[in-house]
């Protein structure tokens, strides 16, 4: 949703967030931009359409959704003309951090998809990200870390996480559908060995329309 009063605040340029929940354990939670309430109730694994905002600086405040005083979070985030965020609130309940991803930032490659790994789960060590055969695309990725785009055939995959520089598969991901000239993200969220359990979101960056 946008805000009637983050709209007013416009300098007639624009740039798009969305905004994700990777807290494993964490309520539904509302996130403000500036005052303005621009996602209600988020609940952990979702993530929200992008949201057209103005291109400014935000006080962005997170709180437990349904209340409005001391936010779990507070984090400033700089949003430029046509860019394209996502903000993830990511780590523990102890440990709770905001984190600004910059989405669909390279040129496309004709007839290829563009992916990329993003590593969210707290307890989970670093991994590779292979195919069934061992063939790796990512290599030791530690929580926190946004891999750079690689392209990728127009195709459905299965991929596996595995413990970095080992063959234990951690997690096994199936039916992982990407298509040419678009741009997506392999989100690991959960926790390993825990509940919610390790998972993975293939998001599509960029979808601004």
Known sequence: MESDNVRR????FFGYVSVMHAVPNAPNVDVYA????????????KYTKYLRIPAQT???NIYVAGTTDNPVLSRMLTLGRNEIFTVAAVGTLDTIDLLAIRDADVPRVPDK????FVHLSPN?????ITLPDGTVIFEDISFRQVTEYVPLEDMVY????RLAGTDTVALT??????????????YAIGLVGGQPA?????VRDGNVR
């Open 9 to 12: 605040a416009s300098n007639g």
């Open 34 to 45: 500036n005052g303005n309430l621009i996602v209600s109730n988020l609940e952990y694994g």
């Open 58 to 60: 935000y006080d962005i």
């Open 113 to 116: 998809a563009l992916v990329r």
């Open 124 to 128: 989970a060590p670093a991994v590779d």
């Open 158 to 161: 299965t991929l596996q996480v």
């Open 173 to 186: 991901v199936p039916r992982v559908d990407v298509r040419e000239n678009n741009y997506y993200s392999i």
């Open 198 to 202: 390790l998972d993975a979101l293939l």
